[in-house]
């Protein structure tokens, strides 16, 4: 395999976290019913503690915005160059960005550039002194004749005609020089990586071809993304402007093209707007969304809950930059009512984090599994795009690039579809289960389960026992990446900032892949020199009872627990089938009804197994540092500290 990640810039491969923190952190929605306290508000320190789950659904950027000082909502801005002390202080949130960067993820942020708030240094100005103030034409058409609902005595132009936000005059270049400042402000103070253009339809386009110039030159990869509705995206999206714009274009059709059973429609934008020959964008990947805090959210979209997983299947692998608004793994409800966001913008506690991922531990598993995806496979990130199948409720097209080709096929039916796919011969692997598939004839058969996916992988990927191990490993390579001295010109700063760039996470993900390896290669020796596979099994634990013809049961017991179910049958087994690892990682229950996240333990000879859905974890019995490194992994997968005494005698 290629190292494409080197050739591809990190937000073409990313998978994006959206916070609207004002809303998440649920502080008070207007500035004057926000009472200072001495010490600053610790909102940030309450995000570092959703790392270990942002973590875990494979999330490589976060956008967080607004966050600039402002009166309510967040987008009237009334300081460029604070954070807002509803969320607490800029010395706060650099600590937070560092320490994502430490997790391997980036951190990009918004920018309210059309328009300010009132409270607005330069507005208060205009409105003390009127025609005498030197920020006069820092705004557009003020017209001191006129009049508002605030009797300022003058009136001007506003976003929309809502007048708590006057529109910036983006002519004036000492306007456009002092937003430019901010943004080098931002990246010197924070370290934050990118940019998102709150209203970008309606920015001044030279004012973004020198935000363009400026973003070039201030930081490798520093990343442009612009909030656009309607139109022709590529009037934005291109090498003088910017980076990407969101796809809401693709946002509707991807949840009413489920709704009215009609995959074409998604089918038609995706020619549209990415076609061989005919796609409108030509030179970038847009930002993909399901949901975010200006929509209602999808589960109050969609016709049958069941389409969900499809929707985000298809988010994550048709081109473009996926994104998981935050709540959106939970399935959370909220429509916007009365003129109110509230509902898509809730308040979430860490502590509910914890319940919610626990309640709702089978989607946020299929999502996590989407992230490995888009972590492990090239092909989704700079592959072509090529349709392959398509009606009314079967989809299926391919991804490629020169190494690999990933084909993705939908089923959006009530029942199940047998598909027959236009491929390329060799054999591909079920990237979710391992299983094998044989193309001939030209075309890969497959049955699809009503309302589900399958991702078919060709070329640079072996079997799902791959994903714990290479998935951490593509982490500790994004926290390398991630640490940048802002700034630095010297050899000394550099070193600096590679010595730094690994951080705990590098050395948990260099020691599985580690014992990955080294297990991968003694297994057949232990196997043949006698050696079994030996451990307890719990029957409730697993969902496929296949994994029973792999194993002799010497004895079983019935355990009383306090758990669910409140019996459990203890099977005390061992096993001579050299793939009883992976099968049992596809045997595990992950129904949160029944017991939560399951996992089964066992040893062959002095390598000691902790088993998950889709994932196989080892250490060597008396190596405390694989050892740890098993145990941290299993607290980021929420297992506790009671339940990890492993029997190794």
């Given at each position: ?22 809303g998440m ?18 909102h ?43 969320l607490?202080d ?7 960005v ?121 930081k ?7 909030e ?17 714009v ?79 608004y ?44 989407l992230?490995?995806?888009?972590a ?5 990130s ?6 392959r199948?398509?009606t009314?409720r079967q ?20 029942a ?7 491929a ?28 589900s ?5 060709r070329?640079g ?10 998935g ?28 730094n ?16 390896r080294?297990?991968a ?9 006698g ?51 992976e ?39 008396g ?27």
């Amino acid at each position: 395999m290629s190292d494409w990640k080197n050739s591809c810039p990190w937000y073409e491969r990313a998978v994006f976290y959206h916070i609207y923190p004002l809303g998440m952190c649920g502080v008070p929605k207007r500035r004057e019913d926000f009472q200072p306290k001495e010490a600053p508000e610790r909102h940030f320190e309450e995000m570092e503690e959703l790392l270990p789950h942002l973590k875990r659904l494979g999330i490589t950027a976060l956008y967080i915005g607004p966050l600039f000082e402002s009166e309510g909502h967040g987008y009237e801005t009334a300081d460029y160059y604070k954070v807002d002390a509803r969320l607490g202080d800029n010395r706060g949130f650099r600590h937070f960005v560092d320490r994502c960067h430490e997790a391997g993820i980036r951190v990009v942020v918004d920018g309210v550039f059309n328009h300010s708030g009132r409270s607005f240094f330069a507005f208060q100005d205009l409105k003390q002194k009127r025609e005498g103030s030197a920020y006069r034409d820092w705004y557009c058409n003020v017209n001191f004749g006129g009049n508002n609902e605030f009797n300022d005595g003058f009136s001007y132009e506003a976003w929309h005609g809502y007048n708590i936000l006057p529109r910036l005059n983006l002519w004036n270049p000492a306007v456009r020089g002092y937003l430019l400042d901010a943004v080098r402000f931002w990246c010197r103070e924070f370290d934050i990586d990118g940019i998102r253009l709150d209203c970008a339809d309606v920015l001044h386009f030279d004012f973004m071809k020198e935000l363009r110039a400026l973003a070039n030159g201030i930081k490798p990869d520093f990343w442009l993304m612009g909030e656009v509705i309607h139109g022709d995206y590529s009037r934005w999206v291109n090498r003088d402007t910017l980076h990407s714009v969101t796809n809401y274009e693709l946002h509707k059709g991807l949840y009413s093209g489920h709704n009215d059973h009609n995959y074409f429609e998604i089918a038609h934008t995706i020619r549209r707007l990415f076609g061989q020959g005919g796609g409108i964008v030509r030179e970038g990947r847009l930002y993909t969304f399901v949901e975010n805090h200006d929509v209602n959210r999808l589960i109050d979209k969609v016709s049958l809950p069941e389409h969900m997983k499809n929707i985000y299947l298809l988010s994550y692998t048709l081109p473009g930059i996926p994104s998981v608004y935050y709540g959106g793994e939970f399935r959370l409800h909220g429509v916007q009512a009365h003129g109110s966001d509230d509902a898509i913008r809730p308040a979430i506690s860490p502590e509910q984090y914890r319940e919610l991922t626990e309640k709702e531990s089978s989607f946020v598993d299929y999502l996590a599994m989407l992230g490995r995806a888009k972590a492990l496979l090239p092909a989704l990130s700079t592959g072509s795009y090529e349709e392959r199948l398509l009606t009314n409720r079967q989809y299926a097209f391919a991804r490629c690039c020169p190494e690999q080709a990933v084909l993705i096929a939908a089923n959006n039916d009530e029942a199940e579809a047998r598909v027959s796919i236009r491929a390329e011969a060799g054999e591909y692997v079920d990237f979710e289960t391992g299983e094998r598939y044989s193309c001939e004839n030209g075309s890969l058969a497959a049955v699809l389960p009503p309302h589900s996916g399958k991702l078919f992988v060709r070329g640079g990927f072996e079997s799902s026992q791959a994903w714990n191990a290479a998935g951490d490993a593509a982490a500790a390579e994004e926290s390398k990446a991630g640490r940048h001295a802002y700034g630095a010109e010297n050899g000394e700063e550099a070193e600096a900032a590679e010595q730094n760039a690994g951080g705990p996470e590098s050395t948990v993900s260099q020691l599985l892949a580690a014992a990955a390896r080294h297990e991968a290669e003694t297994r057949a020796q232990r196997l043949a020199s006698g050696q079994k596979f030996e451990g307890v099994l719990i029957k409730e634990s697993i969902e496929d009872e296949s994994i029973l013809d792999k194993m002799t049961v010497h004895r079983a017991e019935l355990w009383k627990t306090e758990r669910k179910p409140r019996y459990w049958t203890a099977l005390h087994f061992s096993s001579e089938a050299a793939d009883f690892p992976e099968a049992a990682a596809r045997a595990m229950m992950e129904d949160p009804a029944r017991g939560g996240s399951w996992f089964v333990d066992f040893r062959c000879g002095n390598i000691k197994y902790i088993v998950f859905r889709g994932c196989v974890l080892s250490y060597t019995i008396g190596s405390e540092t694989e050892k740890q490194a098993v145990r941290e992994s299993c607290l980021a997968r929420g297992v506790k500290e009671e339940e990890m005494n492993w029997a190794e005698a």
